[in-house]
């Protein structure tokens, strides 16, 4: 069974300052793999995703993610961070069969500091 | 074009009573998800349904059932609500990558 960690609970950045979350997975073959984002009473909206192919993806609102197969890992980055990127962060790992069920982090929160 | 919708956005029970949580979608995907969120515990799934007239347990299934009423609509009932099932409950469909859409969810207090 597939198994995805999020380290860190809670991340504080200043606004213009570079982003990284770490998202590591545990899955025997070679997973697809997501990025969402929460906002405060909303519902998870994808960022980017990764299935195959380049190994650096980008997504939506400037985000970008890389897959590295030896360490296991799916980090997201953002190079400048705004104000409104301030939100909950899910990492998930999914299969190409059982129904598409997807495994997800326990998220990471974003604060933002002006 | 909707996507995924849910009712009611906010309930709230006392211990026993029964309710069902309503999700409809207008994206036509075969696969269907409750997932309830509790704070530090990411998504855990209750219920899925890969198709039409199929339903399957999650990881917590225990206290629900679903109905997979037709291609659009999965429904999640909790017959004898309790305390611990206080949540925040989303309903998702399963896109053609796997990736899922989510609906805005239902804020259920059982008190």
């Known amino acids: 069974a597939q198994s995805v960690t999020q380290p860190d609970i809670h991340i504080t950045v200043s606004e213009g300052a570079s982003l990284e979350l770490r998202c590591n997975y545990s899955y025997g073959a070679t997973p697809y793999l997501f990025w969402y984002v929460q906002s405060p009473g909303q519902g998870l909206q994808l960022l980017l995703k990764y299935f195959s192919g380049d190994t650096l993806v980008q997504g939506i609102k400037g985000f970008e993610a890389e897959f590295k197969r030896s360490q296991s890992s799916f980090n997201l980055r953002k190079p400048s961070v705004h104000w409104s990127d301030a939100a909950e962060y899910f990492c998930a790992v999914a299969t190409n069969t059982n129904a598409g069920k997807s495994t997800f982090g326990d998220g990471t929160t974003l604060t933002v500091k002006p | 074009n909707a996507g995924v919708t849910q009712t009611p956005k906010f309930q709230v029970l006392k211990t026993g009573q029964s309710m069902t949580l309503q999700c409809a979608q207008d994206?036509?995907?075969?696969?269907m998800y409750w997932y309830r969120q509790d704070p530090g515990m990411g998504l855990r799934l209750i219920y899925y349904?890969?198709?039409?007239?199929?339903?399957d347990k999650g990881e917590v299934p225990n206290g629900y059932n679903v109905s997979r009423l037709n291609k659009r609509e999965f429904s999640l009932r909790l017959e004898s609500a309790a305390p611990s099932q206080t949540s925040v409950y989303f309903c998702a469909i399963g896109g053609s990558t796997d990736e899922q859409f989510f609906g805005p969810g239902t804020r259920l207090t059982v008190l």
């Open positions: 994206m036509n995907h075969n696969s």
């Open positions: 349904s890969a198709s039409e007239g199929t339903t």
